[in-house]
């Protein structure tokens, strides 16, 4: 049964924060190599229970948690889909360690409560060697406690609002400097100096529009109104009249809306004749698999910022789409986050087969460090802060709902976790490396 997001349940998750293979190549550092799968464990004490439960076995099992009901399940039962599909096609070239992968896959429901207790069952009674899993910084959030304790291993998939560091998540998706940062300079530069911000009334949109407001500050633009939904709340009306109100000769809309209330928001936008020659969206969780949910008829024209689109022009993408298109239906779509999801699966395996155990958590920690891999978004490296280095996108939305990218940045650009615009966080970084000064230490 679904359980709705609250109030209560935000303060509590929330506020903690204001070959089959379809990669061109793999590497174990910055050297593109192709790694040989070696049959090697060492347990650790992170480990020894999950080592145990398969040695002698045949696979490895993997946790996959996500909303497959509930408000999230628009954006996360695609998720899954990718990440089933790079662990069929990795076992199809042999697997991991001279084993194949189990999924054992659980429903979050989109509900955070249950994303911890999930956590718990997938690493307590399953056994798995990792677990790749949430959207909504709300439920990472919630998962946060339990890997930390139990000293695990998450891999997390999606674009976030920074101000976080765990030496036990790798964060595949965007950083804020990778996302958000870029799409309001872009906007400023191209589209005007008057913001309305709205979001989903939990974490990720709180803290990306704290972020966006201290930048703005710092450029020149300003806020005329912020307004925030209840996640899966689609009484948007009350929003829209606010918007004309504050930017009645027009003026930018930064997105962070969440889930369902996204399909209200964008029709009753487009009923209220708010168009994107006026009033342009920029949105940061809406992708092509949004688009197709909601329809592109209300969303044409306006904008999304992300580090991949479906129309990325690489080798790597053209393969990764047929693949997905071919297990899936041809008229399926990809998009970042799914990629994100999917490319985390290879560079695990990566550390995996460089650390020759899955078993040994912090071997394989450090292993992933310095993985690099030529993914469908162009080639992706695993920092020392356990983020990626990732090219930044900004893409408008075309009629047949797939998006013209307009921008990008000419090279990967490097993820700073902690935000430099916010005076709390400005001047901190991270480093997990081995000898490293860990997840929140001034820089020098």
């Known amino acids: 049964m679904t359980k709705r997001f609250n109030r209560r349940k935000f303060l509590i998750y929330g506020s903690a924060a204001c070959g089959a293979t379809i990669l061109v190549n793999t590497c174990s550092s910055n ?10 464990t060492s347990a650790t004490e992170q480990g020894a229970s999950l080592a145990q439960s398969s040695a002698g076995g045949d696979t490895i099992k993997v946790g996959i948690l996500h909303s497959l009901s509930g408000t999230m399940a628009i954006s996360e039962k695609s998720v899954v889909d990718a990440e089933q599909l790079a662990i ?49 910084s709300a439920s990472r959030k919630a998962v946060l406690p339990v890997v930390e304790e139990k000293k695990f291993m998450l891999w997390y998939p999606v674009q976030y609002e920074g101000q976080e560091c765990s030496k036990n998540i790798f964060y595949t998706g965007a950083a804020p400097n990778q996302q958000i940062e870029p799409a309001v300079d872009w906007l400023l530069k191209n ?12 974490v990720f949109p709180r803290t990306a529009n704290t972020i966006i407001k201290a930048q ?13 939904l209840p996640l899966g709340n689609t009484e948007v009306t009350p929003i829209i009249t606010k918007i004309k109100a504050a930017l009645p000769n027009g003026g930018v809309i930064f997105n962070t809306l969440n889930g369902d209330s996204n399909v209200a928001f964008f029709k009753q936008l487009k009923g209220a004749g708010l ?8 949105s940061v969780s809406i992708a092509e698999e949004e688009v197709k949910a909601i329809g ?40 970042d986050p799914m990629e994100a999801a999917y490319i985390a699966v290879y560079i695990w395996k990566q550390a995996v087969e460089k650390a020759k155990t ?27 802060s356990h983020h990626l280095s990732k090219v930044v996108r900004i893409g408008q939305i075309q009629e047949n709902g797939m998006f013209k ?21 400005k001047g901190y970084a991270c480093d997990w490396s081995k000898g490293g000064k860990g997840g929140k230490y001034k820089g020098t």
């Open 358 to 384: 899955y078993s040994d958590l912090e071997a394989v920690r450090q292993a992933a460090i310095g993985q690099s891999l030529v993914a469908p978004e162009g080639t992706v490296t695993m920092e020392k």
């Open 275 to 282: 168009g994107p020659d006026k009033y342009p969206v920029m």
């Open 216 to 228: 703005l500050a710092a450029k020149g633009g300003k806020v005329k109104g912020e307004d925030y």
């Open 88 to 136: 069929e096609e990795i076992n199809k070239a042999g697997g991991v360690l001279g084993k194949q992968i189990e999924a054992v896959v659980e429903d979050g429901a989109s509900d955070w409560p249950t994303f911890a207790e999930k956590t718990k069952k997938l690493i307590d009674e399953d056994k798995v060697a990792t677990i790749f899993g949430c959207w909504t």
């Open 191 to 202: 589209k005007g100096k008057e913001f309305y911000l709205v979001g989903s009334d939990y």
């Open 31 to 40: 050297n593109a190599t192709t790694l040989t799968p070696s049959d090697s």
């Open 296 to 335: 592109p008829t209300y969303l044409k024209g306006h904008y999304a910022s992300w580090n991949y689109f479906q129309t990325v022009n690489t080798p790597a993408n053209k393969k990764f789409v047929a693949a997905f298109k071919a297990k899936y239906g041809a008229d399926r779509v990809t998009n």
């Open 405 to 425: 990218i307009v921008y990008q940045t000419p090279k990967a650009v490097n993820p700073l976790p902690w935000n430099q615009f916010v005076a709390e966080t």
